[in-house]
């Protein structure tokens, strides 16, 4: 093992929560390397909105913006995969270049990527007016005609929560029966002036690049402007796995068992943002990232004090 190669902190990637802890780690003197796929979840929006004093930001501009910082602070980056993560002594990760790189400490914040339902044009569209979040682009699109893809019994939440933004809100059934709604759902929607449509979608008409309509496969095209949908949350717990992580499941996917620093069930590794949770935004993911770098370096203080009274 090179110098070159070795490293106090090790973050697999590079989003706002991998960054957020690679700034505290550079600015507590840490020797720290990230190492990113470049392939963050919000990379389809054009910008990013709840995050005080940055709302509407594009994305890739604050993600920019972090790297210049960290960069300050001595941390390095590099643009790579971790594909593979062992312990002998120190963490040993394998990047997809051939490179391998050793760490005493690991953060894994790899978030989740979204399995789109599989619409003809949703994936297309998705982040501009095929939309999974009203919290991160409800505002923008309010009052316009909300149509809401059901792909379980679960999407009645989002159709009720939408109506926050818009009361003109169709719940296209698509492959869930009314059979599996509730009565209480069912007077929920009502309450909430929901227009429930059965029958699959066979996909989505626009013009001039935008959504005008959401096509049945009866023949039939409904006038809709946005359409939220529900992707399946794949949270990237691979390394975590490979590492012996226990994991819980959620209805948005398994999670990493973690305390309120992110550290897992595997010493010396924690966890921040989506990889931690599906909840994240992106807010939470720098402060997930922030806690779980001062800790890491607190922890790594520690450690070498107690190693060194006991010798
Ligand atoms: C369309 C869309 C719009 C959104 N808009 C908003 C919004 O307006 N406001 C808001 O608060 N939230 C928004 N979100 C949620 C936001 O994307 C997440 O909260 C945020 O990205 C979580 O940050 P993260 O660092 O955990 O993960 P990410 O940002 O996804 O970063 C993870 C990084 O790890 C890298 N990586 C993964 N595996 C590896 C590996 N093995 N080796 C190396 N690198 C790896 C990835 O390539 C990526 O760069 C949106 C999400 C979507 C899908």
């Not at 697999?12 to 392939?39: C, K, Q, Y």
């Not at 391998?100 to 619409?119: M, S, Y």
């Not at 399946?232 to 975590?240: E, G, H, I, S, Y």
């Amino acid at each position: 093992m090179t110098q070159k190669d070795s490293y106090e902190v090790v973050v697999v990637g590079g989003g706002t929560a991998g960054l957020s802890a690679a700034l505290v780690l550079g600015r507590a003197r840490r020797r720290t390397l990230v190492v990113d796929a470049g392939e963050p979840r919000n990379a389809p929006a054009a910008h990013m909105h709840g995050y005080l004093s940055r709302d509407g930001m594009p994305p890739a501009e604050f993600l920019a913006l972090g790297r210049e910082e960290i960069a300050r602070y001595g941390v390095e980056l590099v643009r790579d995969r971790a594909v593979d993560v062992g312990k002998d002594g120190d963490f040993a990760v394998a990047l997809a270049s051939g490179r391998t790189v050793h760490a005493r400490r690991l953060l894994i914040a790899t978030g989740l990527k979204d399995e789109l339902p599989a619409v003809p044009g949703v994936a297309e569209r998705f982040g501009r007016d095929v939309l999974h979040c009203p919290y991160c682009h409800g505002w923008e699109v309010r009052d316009q005609a909300f149509g809401v893809l059901a792909t379980s019994p679960m999407s009645v939440h989002q159709a009720l929560m939408v109506t926050q933004w818009s009361k003109d809100v169709t719940f296209f059934l698509h492959k869930v029966s009314e059979e599996e709604l509730s009565d209480d759902d069912l007077r929920r929607l009502a309450t909430a002036g929901v227009k429930v449509v059965p029958g699959e979608v066979t996909g989505l008409v626009t013009q001039d690049d935008r959504l005008t309509g959401v096509g049945l496969a009866d023949g039939t095209t409904h006038h809709r402007e946005v359409l939220f949908v529900a992707p399946r949350a794949v949270p990237q717990t691979d390394l975590l796995r490979r590492l012996g992580a226990e994991l819980r499941e959620t209805p948005f996917g398994a999670y990493p068992v973690v305390d309120e620093t992110g550290l897992t069930t595997v010493p010396g590794v924690w966890s921040a943002g989506n990889a931690r949770g599906f909840a994240e935004q992106v807010v939470n993911a720098a402060a997930g990232g922030y806690r779980a770098g001062s800790t890491i370096n607190g922890e790594l203080l520690m450690s070498d004090l107690d190693a060194t009274v006991r010798v």
